[in-house]
């Protein structure tokens, strides 16, 4: 049984996309009788979702520096260390490769000058324009939609039914909503009783921005919140949703995997590329970096009253992002890491 040391962080500021796109991973390593620790900073949201997807775990302190002395000691236990946080530079994955442990990196952005790791992951749209380097020369790079790491339950979800009027729309900023985006659209629509809205809280929403959205919405009786859902109901609610609204992030790709014709706010700066290829293959309708109230309404508008061009951007998530990634990526670990093993 080869044992998985999972480096991964999460909360109101970064969101939960490091942690659901790590929680795919292990999900799939664990079938294939690895046996999972998440290691990550001690965030209540964080620790109470690996609680409750039952994988163990360590809490780490803040301090960068006693980190990587710690992890140093930490990972002679492992076989494999994956790590999947912004907080993670050349330094500390070059210190940890020295070890002699198998590396894998989730990436994003490529900001490293190279990467010292076994295996680079970087499942967004845009990762096979990014010009990684190797640091030792025999890193794997498994880029683009093909590798993208979703939860099982989004993987190979039948064509998406368009239906000729568009009657439920959904709106998921991801983990947490730091610019308040959710309260802003709510705004700009709860006025339309003809539709059926269902919200998604995460579960790193501030307290206060929770208590202002349920404030808004009180009276109203087409709206629906859902708080903190695990992937079984957020693919329930992408199959009922004839369109979404939803922050740039990992969740454009499970929208993608469930045919959503979505509406994406760029909600951080690392959203961007995703955003603007997405808009380019057609998957999306692109509204930029703020709730603008025009910008939302003349797009909107663009849906409601074309169920063909709703039918066409289904159509093309749907070939964009399958849903495999995560099971892909897996097995190409334990085969990396197998032939290693062999050529001792």
């Known amino acids: 049984m080869l044992k998985v040391a999972i480096r991964a962080d999460g909360g109101s500021k970064i969101g939960m996309g490091h942690i659901t796109r790590c929680l795919a991973l292990a ?30 775990f360590i809490a780490l302190s803040d301090l960068q520096t006693e980190e990587i002395i710690y992890m140093k000691e930490k990972i002679k236990g492992f076989d494999i260390l994956i790590t999947d946080s912004y907080d993670i530079d050349f330094k500390y994955l070059d210190e940890i490769k020295k070890r002699g442990i198998f590396l894998v990196t989730v990436d994003d952005l490529n900001l490293l000058e190279s990467y010292p790791s076994d295996i680079v992951i970087n499942g967004n749209i845009y990762a096979e324009d990014l010009n990684y380097t190797s640091t030792y020369g025999q890193t794997k790079f498994l880029l683009g939609t093909k590798y993208t790491l979703l939860r099982k339950e989004f993987r190979n979800i039948p064509p998406k039914e368009i239906k000729d009027t568009l009657e439920n729309i959904l709106i998921t900023m991801g983990g947490s909503d730091p610019n308040g985006f959710t309260l802003k659209i709510l705004e700009i629509i709860k006025d339309r009783k003809d539709l059926k809205i269902d919200v998604v809280i995460g579960a790193s929403f501030e307290n206060k921005l929770v208590n202002e959205i ?25 199959i009922k949703a004839d369109i979404a609204i939803s922050a740039g992030g ?32 057609e998957c999306i309708l692109n509204l930029g970096f703020e709730v603008n109230k025009d910008m939302l309404i003349k797009n909107f508008n663009k849906l409601l009253y074309d169920d063909v061009k709703r039918r066409e951007i289904s159509s093309k998530c749907q070939k964009l992002v399958n849903g495999n990634g995560a099971k892909i990526c897996a097995n190409k670990i334990i085969r990396e890491k197998s032939m290693l093993v062999g050529l001792k």
Do not use: W
């Open 214 to 238: 349920n404030e808004l919405i009180k009276m109203s009786g087409n709206i629906s919140t859902y708080h903190d859902v695990n992937a079984k109901i957020m693919k329930e609610l992408m």
């Open 27 to 56: 999900e799939e390593l664990k079938d294939e009788n690895c046996d999972i620790t998440f290691i990550t900073k001690n965030i209540e949201a964080v620790t109470k979702k690996l609680i409750e997807e039952k994988f163990k």
């Open 250 to 281: 990992s969740t454009l790709y499970e929208l993608a995997a469930a045919g959503v014709p979505t509406l994406a706010i760029i909600a951080a700066d690392n959203q961007i590329r995703n955003v603007e290829y997405m808009s380019k293959a």
